[in-house]
């Protein structure tokens, strides 16, 4: 009889540790997209939606006014941004991308706040699958010698992302990287009050004859 109590017992736990490990997030909008990355022991479900709303935002925002505008230059615009400190997310994150965000948030051993470098902790199981499954080899290389020397941040490892950033749209694993540690990392230093994020949505009035939309002359020429 003790050995069953004692079996139950264990059997809950581990349900209530699972469950504890589980984001509550659920609002999945790319669910029904291929799975771009994966790897055990990380919420791959999560990441997905992550880099899939992370490619939604970059490229919406930079084909503004420019319909031929592709992805990969859409990834070339946000590395260069980032790196060399001209990113401006409150003008490029969407509304899901930072409910995204606040799940992300939540994963255990994701982030590391103290670390002066970046936000994203390059000690966790996602960095660790990342380093291991990038395609390219000077990448890779690149990539685990800084991991290992602890010496690893984005003003390092950045500019050579960025000269191979058209390998992103083949390798989600590199996409990842630059998703998680070049957006994502950054929106945990970003004032989002005044942003389209914290705005209520307007109500219309119908009644209300609408003004003649001003077109600014500048628009496509904006490389944020």
């Known amino acids: ?7 139950l017992s264990c ?5 209530l540790l699972s469950c504890k490990k589980e984001n509550s997030f659920s609002n999945y909008k790319y669910a029904d997209k291929p799975i771009a990355f994966e790897c055990a022991g990380v919420n791959t479900k999560l990441l997905n939606e992550a ?8 490229e919406n925002h ?15 615009q946000i590395m260069r941004n980032s790196v060399f400190g001209r990113l401006q997310l409150d003008k490029i994150v969407s509304k899901h991308t930072f ?3 606040q799940a992300l948030k939540e994963e255990e051993g994701l982030w590391d706040l103290n670390n002066t470098k970046s936000n994203l902790n390059y ?11 990038i395609k390219d080899q000077n990448l890779k290389t690149t990539l685990n010698a800084l991991l290992t020397t602890n010496s690893m941040s984005p003003k390092l490892f950045g500019p050579a992302v960025v000269n191979k950033y058209q390998n992103a749209i083949n390798d989600k694993s590199l996409a990842l990287y630059i998703a998680l540690d070049l957006y994502y990392a950054k929106m945990f ?6 942003s389209k994020l914290e705005q209520p949505e307007l109500k219309v009035d ?6 003649k939309e001003e077109v600014d002359p500048h628009a496509g020429h904006n490389h944020d």
């Open 206 to 211: 119908f009644n209300q004859v609408p003004r």
């Open 99 to 101: 409910e995204v965000f």
């Open 11 to 15: 059997l809950l736990c581990f349900i």
């Open 1 to 7: 009889m003790n050995s069953k109590i004692t079996l």
């Open 123 to 133: 000690n966790s199981e996602v960095v660790k699958c990342i380093s291991n499954t």
């Open 51 to 58: 880099l899939y709303s992370f490619e939604d935002d970059i």
């Open 189 to 194: 230093d970003t004032n989002f009050a005044k």
């Open 62 to 76: 930079y084909k503004q006014n420019r319909p031929n505008f592709k992805l990969n230059q859409a990834y070339s």
